[in-house]
């Protein structure tokens, strides 16, 4: 009892006053402006991607490729950094193989659904893409930008 006395007489651990010791600090929020500023872009599921011209795969690739490189995200792994070698090389490849390598460098299994609302994405939903690469329903990620906080709800990295 007198541990107990002496703990809320001198308030939570690491100072604050008694009874604040769960309230955190205000997060930084983006503006409007600059959420509108993100780039955003149209999701194709596998079945629309098959509908897709090799050349158009190709040149799909080349684009999300150059993002990676220039942002440093995330290209779709080992296997995507394959086939862009093959690419490179002149090497055959299956549209099908292009196909998988395209969805997997617009985020392979993460990039079928939205982390916030976890809800699937559509063919045809606008997405907004994040300066790390993650990429979500721009209705979901816009809120939670400007209401909660201005960083990735992945990976936190600060938008």
């Known amino acids: 009892m007198a541990w107990l006395q002496v703990q809320l007489a001198q308030g939570p651990p690491g100072g604050g006053a008694p009874g604040a010791g769960n309230q955190r600090g205000r997060r930084e929020r983006a503006t409007p402006g600059e959420v509108q500023r993100l780039p955003t872009e149209t999701f194709a599921g596998e079945a629309e991607l098959r509908g897709w011209t090799v050349a158009c795969l190709k040149d799909e690739l080349r684009r999300l490729k150059r993002l990676a490189d220039m942002r440093m995200i995330y ?85």
Not at 87 to 109: Q, T, W, Y
Not at 119 to 142: I, K, M, T
């Open 75 to 159: 290209s779709g792994g080992s296997s995507t950094n394959e086939m862009w070698t093959h690419l490179l090389s002149g090497v055959a490849v299956e549209k099908a193989e292009l196909v998988r390598a395209v969805l997997m460098a617009r985020g392979g299994n993460s990039g079928i659904s939205c982390a916030v609302c976890l809800g699937n994405y559509e063919s045809g939903a606008l997405l907004r893409l994040l300066p790390c690469g993650h990429r979500f329903h721009q209705d979901c990620v816009d809120h939670w930008l400007i209401k909660q906080s201005r960083t990735c709800p992945l990976c936190s990295k600060r938008v």
